[in-house]
């Protein structure tokens, strides 16, 4: 394994190289100072190209350390080339203990992003289902919704004036951008979308839970294989995929919110069982964490994907104020 390991990497490293020295263009973040703004700022590029640079002594004093630290920010954020990068560190042990399983596992989330150089490596460590991650990529620990005005709490059944969200975390950019862009393909209130990824994997791309949900909106297997998503480690399809589920399920439960939500975490059976919530505290403590970040008890929907659930027909005042929405479909 180690020799054709090598070599992929040696062809990566001249491949970046070629890429900056072609037509005298200049490599960005040609001065240092500059790469450690960008990468203080959160870009994922410069974090992985600095990472690069203390991991090899390019103008820096070597610091496997602090090397290992940037690749696992910005692969946090999923950029697929410091997921390589940090496969590399695993596969050699740069400053970690080796293990081929991680190295894998960090390959695989790379390949599903398009990246050659990941796609070739894994020809040569033991390729693995992805079950477990470096301690670097696990989720965040859950950050506390702001507390609500008690006076607007208070003012029911008139939510026109109150923000769509509440005590979100700090969204990275580059996940804003990407739901801004895709949510209103899927008729998806953006405010939502960023409230279930801040519970779901607090924004970190490369999430993995016990269950083996995984990525940015945490899609179970099952989940992904239901609304076609391939490359569930990639950003964008991972998004599509659980924005695909959420336009289901606010067609499924006419737009009432906490039922949407309730069903996310713990599958629409659950709900239609006990006819609600259901009765489960992390689905319970699930729904009132978003709904504390998402003030809207109810959602536009489109009437045309699938027949409502057996219990929005149970009584009328049982159900959240309904607002059709008929339009096409949007291409999942």
Aim: glycine share 8%; proline share 7%; hydrophobic share 45%.
């Amino acid at each position: 394994m180690g020799h054709h390991m090598k070599r992929l990497s040696g062809l990566a490293v001249a491949a970046v190289l070629s890429a900056y020295s072609a037509g005298g263009v200049a490599a960005p973040w040609a001065h240092l100072e500059a790469l450690e703004t960008a990468a203080g700022h959160g870009d994922p590029r410069a974090q992985a190209e600095l990472g690069t640079r203390y991991a090899h002594a390019e103008g820096v004093p070597k610091n496997l350390e602090k090397a290992n630290q940037l690749y696992c920010k910005a692969a946090k954020q999923g950029y697929a080339e410091a997921q390589y990068q940090l496969g590399w560190t695993y596969a050699y042990g740069r400053g970690v203990a080796r293990d081929d399983t991680l190295a894998a596992a960090l390959f695989r989330m790379a390949a599903d992003q398009g990246h050659e150089y990941a796609a070739r490596a894994l020809h040569y460590v033991s390729a693995q289902p992805v079950v477990r991650l470096p301690p670097c990529l696990q989720p965040d620990p859950p950050v506390a919704a702001a507390s609500t005005d008690a006076s607007a709490s208070a003012r029911v059944g008139d939510e026109s004036d109150l923000p769509a969200a509440d005590g979100i975390p700090k969204v990275p950019p580059e996940i804003e951008r990407l739901v801004r862009r895709l949510a209103p393909q899927y008729a998806v209130d953006t405010q939502l979308v960023l409230a279930v990824i801040a519970a779901e994997s607090a924004f970190n791309a490369a999430a993995v839970s016990p269950k083996n949900a995984q990525g940015l909106m945490q899609l179970i297997p099952e989940t992904a294989a239901r609304f076609g998503v391939k490359k569930v480690f990639n950003p964008v399809d991972n998004i599509k995929g659980g924005l695909a589920y959420l336009r289901w399920l606010l067609a499924f439960f006419q737009g009432d919110v906490p039922l949407v939500v309730a069903a996310y975490n713990a599958g629409e059976r659950a709900v239609e069982k006990y006819r609600g919530i259901p009765p489960y505290a992390e689905t319970r403590n699930y729904v009132e964490r978003i709904t504390r970040m998402y003030r809207k008890a109810s959602h536009p929907y489109e009437a045309g994907i699938v027949e409502p659930s057996i219990i929005m027909s149970a009584s009328a005042a049982d159900v959240a104020v309904k607002t059709p929405v008929r339009r096409g479909r949007a291409t999942p």
